[in-house]
């Protein structure tokens, strides 16, 4: 972690907003930012420092997983609740390409679909929208 906060503070010009073909398995194929692998494995340091140094939190499109989806998706509850407090849309959809998920997915659904029921009730406390669930 300290060779990544020496990195973003050295005033090299570093872009956390940098996207590349991710080679994850739940992004696979898909473009993902530091942001996105940080929520993938759930480290809440590299995720304060990405988001202090300007990371996007909702910059997804076609094909592109947002952070608050990914971290909602692994079930890292913490870094669900560091997203929303931070302006994370919290009813934002993806296009999810898959056959075994909708083809529209939001948090909500990208956790209740993999069962993570403490991530699903955090983001109704938060203000989720439920109507997604059904």
Do not use: C, W
């Amino acid at each position: 972690m300290k060779s990544i906060d020496t990195s973003i503070n050295s005033g090299k010009g570093v872009d956390v907003n940098y996207k590349e073909i991710s080679l994850s398995r739940s992004i696979d194929g898909a473009e993902a930012t530091a942001l996105i692998h940080a929520a993938y494995v759930g480290d809440l340091e590299i995720i304060k420092l990405l988001l202090k140094a300007g990371a996007k939190l909702n910059d997804g499109s076609y094909l592109s997983n947002i952070p608050l989806i990914e971290a909602a998706f692994r079930g890292h509850t913490e870094s669900v609740r560091l997203f929303v407090s931070r302006g994370a849309d919290i009813n934002k959809t993806i296009r999810y390409p898959s056959r075994k998920y909708p083809s529209k997915m939001s948090p909500i659904q990208a956790a209740a679909n993999q069962g993570h029921t403490e991530t699903v009730n955090t983001l109704i406390d938060l203000g989720a929208n439920k109507a997604t669930l059904l």
